[in-house]
């Protein structure tokens, strides 16, 4: 299974900080693949490079340019998880994806009380999101992609 990138941030001592779409962030260290793969060696050597780091069209990886990437399995693999309050929450676009499911399904739910909101999604805003448990519990596990 792919774990979809949301977001990347570089932080300080080359680690980045990536968020997935199915509510997980870890912390990447990238001063292993110095080392072990010459091309990385320009990020120790281009700070300004390393912090250009953007999630890849897709969310399937990151990339700084046409030489340098990661994939998101590499990242969700060995990166170390890091705990947020936010940790299993969803936004109803990204749980549809991961479930195939369209937003209406979910909506329907929160009407008929399958969901229910303020324990298993909530609005903030026009934004709605959802707990990964809740989409276990209604859905079973993500389709593969």
Known sequence: MFHKIKAVRAMPDYQLCVQFSEGVTKIYDVKPLFAKWPVFKALEEDTEL???VVVDKGGYGIVWNDNLDLSCNELF????????????????????QLWGLNESTLRKAIVYGKLIDGIDVCKYG????????????????????
């Not at 026009?126 to 992609?145: D, H, T």
């Open 77 to 96: 693999e060995n990166g170390k998880r890091n705990r947020t309050p936010f940790d299993g929450l969803m936004a109803f676009s990204d749980a549809t």
């Open 126 to 145: 026009k934004q709605w999101v959802i707990s990964m448990n809740a989409m276990k519990r209604e859905y079973g596990q993500p389709k593969e992609q």
């Open 50 to 52: 390393f912090y250009s």
